[in-house]
């Protein structure tokens, strides 16, 4: 995302998004269209193991990953800011020559660096001097939007009910098994096969009995159906929290589960995810949910 570049100069870039005065509320889907940032998001879903529709909120916020936009954002005024001395101290150098007629042109990646620096300069009500206080800026902006756009995606209600703030999550530096750390990743994304997430599609998303844990609920979709029509029936939902905390098709394996992991889960299933002795013990059950679940069907997703 360097001056002059394609990437610079066609795509929206967090610099550009630091100018917007009305941005809309698909701030970060604009991030990551961008082709570099949309390879990196790539590569960290990979190294995730989690699949490509995983929401890219929950990567960057699990990973602790910032955009490459905004961690390059510190070299890219600084070449900037060089290019600036080499003009007022009248360099003969042929860049400072192109420098200078590219500003004149007020061509975009001129302008959208200028305009950021502005931008952020009206937001922090400061001046700002230095890269370095221009990409803290930029920082510090990216993970405003990514807070509120997370916390305004209804699809992310569990991720939102674990997640409080931007960092990277130990369960990733940890070393553990790969099928673990999978697991992990993709029930606290709900990028996963639990019928919370496959019942949102098809033609029957609409239809509350599309969600409703199978186990717990009657298999007859007729008497299912009926049984929701009457008033005050509350159906029995197959998200994560049903599976960590109440589906008796785990009950044995909760059993397993060590009396701190156990007490946590009741009270603050986030907290789980900070200490790495509760992570592991978590992650074996989570990985023995999906195993129980998914594999007798072949379709773990
Ligand atoms: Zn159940």
Redesign the pocket.
């Known amino acids: 995302m360097l001056p002059g570049t394609k990437v610079a100069s066609s795509q929206k870039c967090p610099q550009q998004e630091v100018i917007d005065e009305n941005p809309g509320s698909t701030r970060l889907k604009s991030i990551a269209l961008d082709p570099l940032e949309n390879l990196h998001i790539s590569f960290l879903k990979w190294t995730m193991n989690v699949h490509k529709y995983t929401s890219n909120a929950t990567v960057w916020g699990d990973c602790g990953r910032y955009p490459l936009g905004v961690v390059l954002s510190k070299l890219v005024f600084k070449y900037k800011e060089r290019l600036h001395e080499m003009d007022s101290e009248g360099s003969n150098a042929l860049v400072r020559h192109a420098y200078c007629e590219q500003k004149q042109l007020n061509l975009t990646w001129h302008r959208t660096l200028t305009a950021a620096k502005s931008r952020l300069e009206t937001v922090e009500t400061r001046r700002i001097y230095w890269p370095s206080q221009i990409r803290s800026g930029i920082k510090s902006w990216f993970e405003r939007i990514w807070n509120i756009e997370r916390l305004s995606n209804r699809k992310l209600k569990f991720y939102n009910s674990i997640k409080h703030e931007f960092k990277e999550e130990l369960y990733l530096r940890l070393g553990l098994d790969n099928g673990i750390s999978k697991r992990i990743a993709q029930l606290r994304s709900s990028s996963h096969n639990f019928n919370v997430e496959t019942g949102r599609y098809g033609v029957n998303r609409l239809k509350p009995s599309n969600r409703v844990?199978k186990?717990?609920c009657t298999k007859d979709e007729a008497t299912l159906e009926l049984l929701l029509e009457l008033p005050f029936s509350k159906p029995?939902i197959?998200d994560e929290k049903?599976?960590l905390l109440?589906?008796?098709?785990y009950d044995d394996l909760r059993q397993q589960l060590l009396p701190t992991t156990r007490n946590l889960l009741e009270k603050d299933i986030g907290s789980i995810f900070e200490n790495s002795v509760t992570i592991r013990d978590i992650g074996s059950f989570i990985l023995k949910i999906f195993e129980r679940r998914f594999l007798t069907k072949n379709d773990s997703g």
């Open positions: 844990c186990h717990c029995i197959e049903h599976v109440t589906c008796p098709l």
